[in-house]
C-alpha cells in the first residue's frame, strides 16, 4: 500500500508570497494517479489538481501541480486570505481500486 | 447546476447499523463512479467505498470491508451506504463524491478524482 506524506504540516504566509506544498509517496506512482484537494473550514473537500497537473473546472491558474515518481508539488502564487485551508494530496491506486490521501498541509495566511 | 445532497446520518450505538443516501443531481448519474469519503472529528479524509458507474462493481476500503455496503440506484440517482456492526472509530462526517471520469456509450474516459462532493452527514457511533 502507497503512503503519502505531506510536508509541511502547517504553513503561514503572508497575501501575495508562494505557498509550496509537497506530497511524497512511499514508492514511485504514476502521476496520472495523484491529486489534490482544498478543504475550506466547515466546507467538503474541493478538488483543485488531477493528473498531478490538470486544473479542474473553474480553479484560477495561481494553482499549479507539478512532480513526478515519489515527488509532487502544489504551488499557490499570489496568496489570498481566502486560501486559508487544509490541503490534501491523493493517490489512486489499481487492482483492486483504492485511494489513498495524505495527512494534509495547513495553509496559514499572516 | 450539478448538486449532490448526503442525508442519513445520526447517532447510533456500538454494533447497529445505518443507511447512508446521497441525491445526485445535474449530470447524467449513471454515466459515473461515485464514492464515499469519511472524515473522522478533527482528522484528515479517508476514503471509504467506490461503485462503479453501472454497479457492476464495489472497492473498499480494508477498514469497513465486510460491514460496509456501497449500492446505487440508476433509475432514482441515489447512491447508498449500507453500515453494518457500527463501530466507535467509524464516527465521521460521511460525504458521497462523484468520479472525475466518465463511462458512456460503451467508452470510459479514466481521469482519477473526485471533482464533485456533498456538503456530508454525520455518523455518530456511541452507546
Known amino acids: 500500500e502507497i503512503v503519502l506524506t505531506q510536508s509541511p504540516g502547517t504553513l503561514s504566509l503572508s497575501p501575495g508570497e508562494t505557498a509550496t506544498l509537497s506530497c511524497r509517496a512511499s514508492?514511485?506512482?504514476?502521476?496520472?494517479?495523484l491529486a489534490w484537494y482544498q478543504q475550506k473550514p466547515g466546507q467538503a473537500p474541493r478538488l483543485l489538481i488531477y493528473g498531478a497537473s490538470s486544473r479542474a473546472a473553474g480553479i484560477p491558474d495561481r494553482f499549479s501541480g507539478s512532480g513526478s515518481g515519489t515527488d509532487f508539488t502544489l504551488t499557490i502564487s499570489r496568496l489570498e486570505p481566502e486560501d486559508v485551508a487544509m490541503y490534501y494530496c491523493q493517490h489512486y491506486g489499481g487492482s483492486p481500486p483504492m485511494y489513498t490521501f495524505g495527512q494534509g498541509t495547513k495553509l496559514e495566511i499572516k | 447546476q450539478v448538486h449532490l445532497v448526503e442525508s442519513g446520518g445520526g447517532v447510533v450505538q456500538p454494533g447497529r447499523s445505518l443507511r447512508l443516501s446521497c441525491a445526485a443531481s445535474g449530470f447524467t448519474f449513471n454515466n459515473y463512479g461515485m464514492h464515499w469519503v469519511r472524515q473522522a472529528p478533527g482528522k484528515g479524509l479517508e476514503w471509504v467505498a467506490l461503485i462503479l458507474y453501472d454497479g457492476t462493481n464495489e472497492y473498499y476500503a480494508d477498514s469497513v470491508k465486510g460491514r460496509f455496503t456501497i449500492s446505487r440506484d440508476n433509475s432514482k440517482n441515489t447512491l447508498y451506504l449500507q453500515m453494518n456492526s457500527l463501530r466507535a472509530e467509524d464516527t465521521a462526517v460521511y460525504y458521497c463524491?462523484?468520479?472525475?471520469?466518465?463511462?458512456?456509450?460503451?467508452?470510459?474516459?479514466?481521469?482519477?478524482?473526485?471533482?464533485?462532493w456533498g456538503q456530508g452527514t454525520t455518523v455518530t457511533v456511541s452507546s
Open positions: 514508492q514511485s506512482v504514476s502521476s496520472n494517479y
Open positions: 463524491a462523484k468520479d472525475l471520469g466518465e463511462c458512456s456509450g460503451g467508452r470510459c474516459y479514466f481521469m482519477f478524482g473526485m471533482d464533485v
